[in-house]
């Protein structure tokens, strides 16, 4: 399996290139997922929390910019739990914009999985760990997302949390076994054409870039963020709970959020507990620096691939880039192996 000839994942989804777009939360937004479209990949807006007014305009203005065929929606599942409002509204569009695909990550995908095969839209399932993969499987996965523990942003914790390297070929060689015609893509420290090709190699059909894009001139990411994470290399990301406390967000165990290590987090990182305890003063810091564009206070969401990113350029211009890099990698192997 490799870049030489068309993934399953390219075919399946009428791609160029076998990369998706992850759904950001707020940073996934419809002039990103359109860029990622018109580059032949799979775009995903980030309809996250589910918040209806923010999904309806990101998504409308995915459409808009790039047409029908290529655009998706990723929502956060035990959100939807609460409110599904935003998934119905992506679903009840007419034929020619409803969603290629849906993502859901992070809760039992099975209450919904029927909703969204009835619209015609592929569901995909972001996992963390093996035991999670049935319930994706029950649910009628069409593509399961193998997310890595380097991950920018919400995944497993440390305790729990797998790393891609060993979870892709491992569940690659599980679907293999019980399910063959799902597809896998790689999630977690995928930013150039070396870690996509190196993704391919262990068995995915290829690869969700999140922290890559992120890192892109269509972002919604904050630009001092941005420019942020040009400078930190891959040390300096950290994944904990104080961001989630901080943001008043009330994530379920066993999930938590990679972001950088800036001095806030740094000074609450070893104690939890009592941030959780008592957190006003904390919040507070937090609040003034994300309403002063201080990512000192703030949070920039990025995983352990920031050491692979130097600049911002246009996510059409990035993608061809991986792709090229990926592909001379490959060619190269196989030209090798076939001298050997």
């Known amino acids: 399996m490799t870049l030489l000839t068309p993934s399953r994942f390219s075919a399946r989804f009428g791609l160029s290139t076998p990369i998706a777009l992850a759904p950001m939360a707020l940073a996934a937004g ?4 359109a860029a990622c479209a018109r580059a032949g990949a799979l775009g995903l807006v980030g309809g ?36 599904a409002s935003a998934l119905d509204w992506v679903l009840d569009h007419a034929d020619a914009e409803r969603p290629r695909a849906v993502m859901l990550s992070f809760g039992d995908p099975r ?23 049935p319930q994706a499987i029950e649910a009628g996965a069409q593509v399961i997302v ?20 060993t979870f892709v070929p491992e569940l690659a060689d599980w679907l293999a076994a019980h399910a063959p015609q799902t597809l896998l893509l790689a999630a977690g420290g995928i930013a150039d054409g070396r870690t996509l090709a190196a993704a391919r190699v262990l068995g995915a059909d290829g690869a969700l870039v999140g922290s890559r894009l992120w890192a892109t001139a269509e ?22 709970a104080v961001f989630d406390i901080l943001r008043r967000k009330h994530w379920p165990a066993p999930y938590d959020f990679r972001a950088l290590r800036n001095p806030l987090h740094r000074h609450w990182e ?34 352990e691939a920031v050491g692979l990113v130097r600049d911002l350029p246009g996510a059409g211009e990035l993608i061809a880039r991986m ?6 990698l490959l060619c190269g192997a196989a030209g090798s192996a076939h001298q050997l």
């Not at 419809?30 to 997922?33: C, K, R, T």
């Not at 890595?148 to 797998?162: I, P, S, T, V």
């Not at 792709?323 to 001379?328: N, P, S, V």
């Open 219 to 240: 972002s919604l990411a904050p630009q001092g963020a941005k420019e942020l994470a040009l400078a930190t290399d891959g040390d300096g990301t950290a994944r904990s």
């Open 323 to 328: 792709e090229a890099q990926a592909l001379t």
């Open 146 to 165: 193998a997310q890595g523990a380097e991950a920018g942003g919400h995944g497993m914790n440390a305790l729990n949390g797998r790393a891609t390297l």
């Open 48 to 83: 996250g929390y589910g918040d209806l007014t923010w999904t309806q305009r990101e998504y409308t203005l995915a459409l808009q910019a790039a047409g029908t065929g290529r655009i998706g929606c990723g929502f956060i599942t035990w959100k939807m739990d609460e409110d």
């Open 30 to 33: 419809g002039a990103l997922a």
């Open 111 to 133: 209450p919904y999985a029927a909703r969204i095969a009835a619209s015609g839209a592929a569901l995909i399932c972001q996992v963390q760990r093996m035991d999670q993969v």
């Open 270 to 303: 070893d104690r939890i507990d009592a941030l959780r305890a008592a957190p006003e003063e904390a919040r507070a810091a937090y609040d003034a620096g994300v309403q002063a564009g201080d990512f000192t206070a703030a949070h920039a969401t990025v995983g």
